[in-house]
């Protein structure tokens, strides 16, 4: 599902516009048995309106943020900044999920203030175990204490 789905239970939020890409992250989520709603905002513009709505108190903030760097409208880095300015979202765990391996990338991403940098996997297997890291995240006792 894209866009706004029941977002009065905990939820993930995906910025990514690869589709492809969504479904294996739901996919690496349901095989590591994490049964939380998984929001997608196929682009920037999107996902930086729904950070407002979040804000404004519209809707509870997400429990994790998974974000590709290359969206269109408006790109991952500024996403990535307004989630770390955002009273509601500042302190959730956020994980950049990019195409792109270079260093300034990760080095960028990370000092704006990325929980964790990773490459998007190139198999299935490596995918799948992205769902263990993303779970990892979610059920962390530091996550716990800085979320709502």
């Given at each position: 599902m894209t866009g706004i789905a029941?977002?009065?239970?905990?939820?993930?939020?995906?910025?990514?516009?690869?589709?492809?890409?969504v479904s294996l992250i739901r996919?690496?989520?349901a095989e590591?048995?994490?049964?939380?709603?998984?929001?997608?905002?196929?682009?920037?513009e999107k996902a930086?309106?729904?950070l407002g709505e979040v804000d404004a108190g519209t809707?509870?903030?997400?429990?994790l943020v998974v974000l590709d760097l290359n969206l269109p409208r408006i790109n991952g880095r500024d996403v990535l900044a307004r989630i770390r300015n955002s009273p509601a979202c500042g302190k959730i765990p956020v994980v950049v999920f990019s195409s792109?391996?270079?260093?300034?990338d990760r080095d960028e991403a990370l000092s704006l203030g990325a929980t964790l940098y990773m490459k998007k996997?190139?198999?299935?297997?490596?995918?799948?175990?992205?769902?263990?890291?993303l779970k990892g995240l979610i059920e962390s006792p530091l996550h716990a204490d800085s979320s709502r």
């Open positions: 029941d977002v009065s239970k905990p939820y993930i939020l995906v910025a990514e516009d690869n589709s492809g890409d996919l690496a989520l590591r048995g994490v049964a939380l709603e998984v929001v997608v905002h196929a682009d920037g930086m309106k729904f809707c509870a903030g997400p429990e792109s391996d270079s260093a300034r996997p190139s198999n299935l297997g490596d995918f799948l175990e992205v769902g263990t890291l």
